[in-house]
């Protein structure tokens, strides 16, 4: 491991040991409320719309109950963010493989040009189908899964460290995390001695 590797790991545990400490002073309400007003809120707007089966012969659902997600409410804004999502996703996966994507499809689209119409044509309807109208949305969803997995899970953290906050046990974690942050980032600077 180089050492500036080192010094960087040596500051993300400074930073995780530094919340957990502060978690002791920054009292249960506070926290709660950052875990409700805010974690479970996000989360609330990450849920997928619901699929309702109704009877034909029943009242029909209010229009806007308490239990109505956000994604119910803009379905149009919920799945063009899947697009958006999806698309900036592939943009980013190109961006890290050096442009690769892109010159795959110019490759393909080089390609179709030397075949004859009743080949290409067929071959650039699927491509256009899979790609932009399937393809973006299902990156899309593999974000949107990501993100409420994401929050899902930051929720349960908040909740065992309000669990744990009264006994000291998130102090003692938190200083043991400052601990070994503070010495990955001596042993990162006592390697990078020689390198200037």
């Known amino acids: 491991m180089a050492a500036y590797q080192l010094t960087m790991l040596g500051l993300v545990l ?3 040991g530094a919340f957990l400490v502060a978690v002791e002073a920054i009292k249960l309400e506070n926290l709660r409320a950052l875990r409700e007003k805010v974690f479970r809120q996000a989360y609330r707007y990450t ?3 619901r699929i309702r089966f109704v009877d034909s012969e029943a009242e029909p659902a209010p229009e806007h109950d308490d239990d109505t997600r956000p994604a119910e409410r803009f379905v149009g804004v919920f799945m063009a963010l899947h697009y958006l999502a999806g698309f900036v996703a592939l943009v980013l996966v190109n961006y890290l493989l050096g442009g690769r994507l892109l010159g795959w499809a110019v490759q393909g689209g080089a390609w179709l040009l030397n075949r004859p119409w009743y080949i290409a044509w067929p071959i650039l309807l699927i491509a256009f189908v899979y790609i932009v109208v399937a393809g ?11 993100m409420t997995k994401a929050t899902a899970a ?4 908040l ?7 009264p006994d ?3 102090g003692i974690i938190g200083f043991l995390f400052l601990f070994a942050g503070f010495g990955c980032q001596l042993c990162g600077a006592y390697l990078g001695r020689g390198t200037r």
Do not use: K, N, Q
């Not at 930051?154 to 953290?157: E, F, G, H, P």
């Not at 909740?159 to 906050?165: F, L, P, S």
């Open 136 to 146: 973006f949305w299902m990156v899309g969803e593999l974000v949107h899964i990501l």
């Open 14 to 16: 400074d930073i995780i």
């Open 47 to 49: 849920l997928s719309p």
């Open 154 to 157: 930051t929720i349960r953290l």
């Open 159 to 165: 909740e065992v460290i309000e669990a744990r906050t």
């Open 168 to 170: 000291g046990a998130v």
